[in-house]
């Protein structure tokens, strides 16, 4: 199918990346947020990038929320970029705007395409597995904190098939950086929630950055333990994880078992250095005072160990710190990570 008209829904950081270099592209995209300062400064002023290799600012076409109802054309894809607590009601609100082939391209954290698809049909959903780094501080303004030849994005069906709308979307996303389908995108997803459950709450409750976190000792164990839970979870599941972050799971699991633990840590520590000084989208909410996506990382672990009888006290220990200092019962800083090491036994 052809995609001439596009929108994202959700211009946080990852959306206003992906609006931004679509834009640039010459594609006809609509950004849609909440952020009533936000869209009026990509209106008045355009969406300005900056990332590593480069700074520009493109004119876009932005609304707000509560003017989408004003837009008489529709959609051949919605790229999806809000909060995974977010998915099933704007899934509701934007449907009217997809055209009846139209498909919803969820551009998120979490698994979220078993919300999605009971909602809008599971033919009219693709995965879409975002690996770039990036944030959002102030309105208009949006930094791309990973360089543009680092893998991007990978989208998939969440039937496996590689079809002809799934090809057509890796050339219409290329601008935005290396792009790839996947036939196994419950694979790509379970490793990218890894990830994120390995890096974003820890990252939250210290404050540290994506790589000072893959770098610091005291964080290591924790980082293994959770990717370790999370593995088990995902293969009673019968899921064949993909690489996480580059590294093949096993790798995880030895560690786990105190087999290959500095090769990983070195491992862990290289690919940090591709991040950048970014910070992960949880820190960024704590910092902002927002609730976070742990239930949709973590918290997700937990509830799928729960359903297959595989125990994971650290993901859950995780989920509980990452709300008290949501609540504001714990500053973030360092010294939080001494509460997990009970979990380590």
């Keep these: 199918?052809?995609?001439?008209?596009?929108?994202?829904?959700?211009?946080?950081?990852?959306?206003?990346?992906?609006?931004?270099?679509?834009?640039?592209?010459?594609?006809?995209?609509?950004?849609?947020?909440?952020?009533?300062?936000?869209?009026?400064?990509?209106?008045?002023?355009?969406?300005?990038?900056?990332?590593?290799?480069?700074?520009?600012?493109?004119?876009?076409?932005a609304v707000h929320l509560a003017e989408v109802c004003r837009l008489r054309e529709t959609f051949d894809a919605v790229l999806l970029s809000v909060k995974s607590y977010d998915s099933e009601w704007a899934v509701r609100f934007i449907a009217p705007h997809l055209k009846a082939?139209?498909?919803?391209?969820?551009?998120?954290?979490g698994i979220n395409e078993e919300i999605l698809?009971?909602?809008?049909g599971y033919t009219r959903i693709v995965g879409c597995v975002v690996t770039l780094g990036a944030g959002l501080y102030e309105p208009g303004h949006v930094t791309r904190t990973?360089?543009?030849?680092?893998?991007?994005?990978?989208?998939?069906?969440?039937?496996?098939?590689?079809?002809?709308?799934?090809?057509?979307?890796v050339t219409v996303l290329a601008p935005v950086g290396p792009t790839r389908a996947t036939a196994n995108l419950w694979?790509?997803?379970?490793?990218?929630?890894?990830?994120?459950?390995?890096?974003?709450?820890?990252?939250?409750?210290?404050?540290?950055?994506?790589?000072?976190?893959?770098?610091?000792?005291?964080?290591?164990?924790?980082?293994?333990?959770?990717?370790?839970?999370?593995l088990t979870v995902a293969e009673a599941l019968g899921v064949q994880v993909e690489p996480v972050g580059g590294i093949p799971g096993q790798a995880?699991?030895?560690?786990?078992?105190?087999?290959?633990?500095?090769?990983?840590?070195?491992?862990?520590?290289?690919?940090?250095?591709?991040?950048?000084?970014?910070?992960?989208?949880?820190?960024q909410d704590v910092a902002k005072g927002r609730r976070t996506e742990v239930d949709a990382l973590n918290g997700y672990v937990a509830q799928k160990g729960q359903e297959v009888g595989v125990p994971t006290p650290m993901?859950?220990?995780?989920?509980?710190?990452?709300?008290?200092?949501?609540?504001?019962?714990?500053?973030?800083?360092?010294?939080?990570l001494a509460l997990l090491r009970p979990y380590l036994a």
């Design 1 to 61: 199918m052809a995609f001439e008209k596009l929108a994202v829904f959700g211009a946080g950081a990852i959306g206003s990346v992906l609006g931004a270099y679509l834009a640039r592209a010459g594609r006809d995209i609509t950004l849609i947020d909440m952020w009533a300062a936000h869209v009026d400064a990509m209106v008045q002023h355009g969406l300005k990038v900056t990332a590593p290799d480069e700074e520009f600012t493109v004119k876009v076409k």
């Design 101 to 109: 082939a139209g498909v919803l391209v969820s551009a998120q954290n």
């Design 117 to 120: 698809a009971p909602v809008l």
């Design 146 to 169: 990973s360089a543009s030849t680092r893998p991007s994005l990978t989208v998939g069906e969440l039937n496996g098939l590689v079809t002809a709308r799934l090809r057509e979307l």
């Design 187 to 230: 694979g790509e997803r379970w490793a990218k929630l890894i990830v994120n459950s390995m890096a974003n709450p820890i990252a939250g409750i210290t404050g540290l950055g994506s790589a000072e976190l893959r770098a610091n000792p005291e964080a290591f164990p924790i980082i293994v333990r959770i990717a370790c839970e999370a």
């Design 252 to 283: 995880y699991l030895d560690a786990g078992r105190g087999v290959g633990l500095q090769e990983l840590r070195d491992k862990l520590i290289d690919g940090g250095r591709s991040l950048g000084a970014g910070r992960p989208s949880l820190a």
């Design 315 to 336: 993901n859950e220990a995780v989920v509980q710190l990452v709300k008290r200092v949501e609540a504001g019962a714990v500053t973030p800083g360092p010294a939080n």
